[in-house]
């Protein structure tokens, strides 16, 4: 199978083109409580609220769109709903009102609803929010998985942050990820924390030869058996406590790594032998003690994951994984989950999947993956992780949807009724022409004429500013003029406009008035002013021709395909 990323709306993309029972695990991370400004319950505005994308609050806001999500939901059609999920919406509207809180009750019902049909009933799901919406979300889940023979698993609570200033509160440092299964026969690989500080002291409190820290675990097990586990060894006979030999798989394990040989081939009594040669058996100083094995602390896995987790850091300002992307998770989280509930070669979903992070544990996990996104920002950040992690053959084998592939397809992209979308035809065309080294300016009508900006190295420590301007239609030789004085203004080096119809003799005539620009590091002159028409950059693939730095968003370590990523220290 291959990878497959769409651009788009995820409830279109789920309903249209996601086949039924053909996902193994899905995980999202919706965007939340961080966004509070349009969750009016709770009248709590925070300065990061203005940060994040327009197309999110869009989408989450009591409208149209929302009305009709909510009259699909009651009114059941295509018989697409459970009756929990109906009396739910009712129930949430009559405590709520009409307010962004049920519009997002309302979007994320729709949504999961699409993925419980599209999860393979072996599968899995993870819903990752924080505690502002979660127990609204359950409810939501609990309607849409429970009623159709699934089951809720866990509230995992991973602890994201050491600290947060809690105003008259207590400090809010963790989020939640809700998990289900379609049915009860789900994948289940297990899973290992670290073992906590005190219970290493508690227990490991013997020190071997080489330093090593061990504990004592039992040679035996309970009940008498035939033959040679129930007989003496070196004085000591297990059958007198109605006990047999059964050394734990660790000792096999550990025997046939140390020497190269299969502890199994032996009699089992000669297994203890073997064991005792290599240091694994402890002997009691006291008369008649039992012999117990010994346990190393460097092979100890951990303990089995628990539905706390305090072991992954998250994303903080100095992290190697940082790509400057304002909900970023760390990869050792969707490592996890990605392991706990998958296997090699199964597909991985995210329907939410902002800078790839899941995209990318699945790919160095060996898992297909499918990842959906509104924004084409974040389809870009994602071509470029992948590239940046893996590879340019791995993003290039990438199966591309919803991104334009001719002025067709840009034309109605640009034209689009939704706000959201249109937006969208500005960010795919500066960060297509700008090889995705452009920022884009997300200021909704306060712009001032610039939609992205980039900058180009001009010296060992120098760089100028380049911006960018699109226009969809009506575009003539003033637009030229005005642009001319936004790059004074901004005090750029270069201005581009990006057109979707072909330029005027007049614009032309315009732009060539403004002059050049001397790039003195190569010795080269380029115009001040450029016009460049989305037909060039899809049909003769025309990109920048410009020194730039490297992306505004910061690159993505290279991943190691054949070890496990370790935890964070930090």
């Not at 893996?390 to 991104?403: N, P, Q, R, Y």
């Not at 200021?443 to 960018?468: E, H, L, P, Q, S």
Request: proline fraction near 5%.
């Amino acid at each position: 199978m291959s990878n497959l990323l769409y651009y788009g709306d995820n409830l279109d993309i789920l309903r249209d083109k996601i086949r039924d029972e053909s996902v193994d695990l899905c995980y999202i991370d919706p965007p939340f409580s961080s966004k509070r400004n349009y969750f009016q319950i709770y009248n709590n505005v925070g300065k990061e609220d203005v940060a994040q994308a327009q197309a999110f609050i869009d989408i989450w806001t009591w409208n149209e769109l929302a009305i009709a999500g909510y009259q699909e939901i009651t009114t059941n059609y295509q018989s697409r709903y459970t009756r929990q999920t109906i009396e739910l919406m009712k129930g949430l509207r009559a405590v709520l009102g009409e307010n962004p809180l049920l519009a997002y009750l309302v979007g994320m019902a729709q949504r999961v609803n699409e993925i419980q049909r599209v999860l393979k009933p072996t599968g899995s799901f993870y819903l990752h929010c924080d505690p502002t919406a979660s127990h609204y979300l359950k409810l939501v889940l609990d309607s849409v998985f429970c009623p159709r023979s699934g089951d809720y698993l866990n509230e995992i609570v991973w602890k994201r942050t050491s600290a947060h200033s809690g105003a008259k509160r207590h400090g809010p440092v963790h989020d939640i990820i809700l998990f289900y299964s379609k049915s009860e026969q789900f994948n289940w690989n297990v899973q290992y924390q670290p073992y906590d500080e005190q219970y290493v002291k508690s227990f490991f409190t013997h020190i071997d030869e080489k330093g090593r820290y061990w504990t004592r675990t039992d040679l035996t097990g309970p009940g008498v058996r035939n033959g040679d586990s129930s007989l003496p060894w070196r004085g000591y006979n297990p059958s007198a406590s109605n006990r047999h030999w059964q050394p734990p798989s660790y000792f096999y394990e550990k025997y046939n790594a140390l020497t190269g040989d299969n502890l199994a081939n032996y009699e089992l009594i000669v297994r203890l032998d073997k064991l005792d040669e290599i240091g694994l058996i402890h002997w009691p100083k006291k008369k008649n003690g039992v012999p117990k094995g010994k346990r190393l602390l460097e092979d100890a896995p951990g303990i089995p994951s628990q539905d706390v987790w305090t072991d992954i850091k998250g994303i903080h300002n100095i992290s190697d994984e940082r790509l400057g992307y304002p909900t970023q998770k760390p990869e050792a989280l969707l490592e996890r989950i990605i392991q706990a509930s998958s296997n090699e070669g199964d597909t991985v979903l995210d329907a939410f999947c902002g800078c790839g992070t899941t995209v990318a544990v699945a790919q160095r996990l060996r898992r297909n993956w499918i990842g959906i996104d509104i924004t084409y920002q974040s389809i870009a950040v994602i071509l470029q992780r992948l590239e940046d992690s893996f590879g340019a053959a791995v993003s290039d084998s990438v199966i591309l949807s919803g991104i334009p592939r001719d002025v067709e397809s840009a034309t109605a992209l640009a034209n689009k009724k939704d706000d959201r979308l249109r937006k969208e035809f500005e960010k795919w065309s500066v960060l297509t022409y700008s090889k995705n080294r452009a920022a884009i300016n997300e200021k909704k009508g306060a712009d001032r004429g610039v939609d992205g900006t980039a900058y180009m190295v001009t010296g060992t420590n120098t760089t100028d500013r380049v911006i960018f301007q699109v226009k969809s239609g009506g575009v003539k030789r003033n637009d030229i003029a005005t642009l001319r004085g936004d790059v004074a203004r901004e005090e750029a080096a270069i201005g581009i406009l990006i057109t979707l119809e072909p330029p005027t003799k007049p614009m032309r005539d315009e732009a060539a008035a403004a002059g050049t620009y001397h790039h003195e590091l190569l010795n080269r002159d380029y115009p001040r002013l450029l016009i460049v028409t989305v037909q060039d950059i899809i049909e003769n693939g025309a990109r920048i021709d410009l020194p730039l730095t490297a992306d505004v968003l910061k690159t993505a370590t290279g991943a190691n395909m054949e070890e496990q990523l370790p935890l964070p220290d930090c």
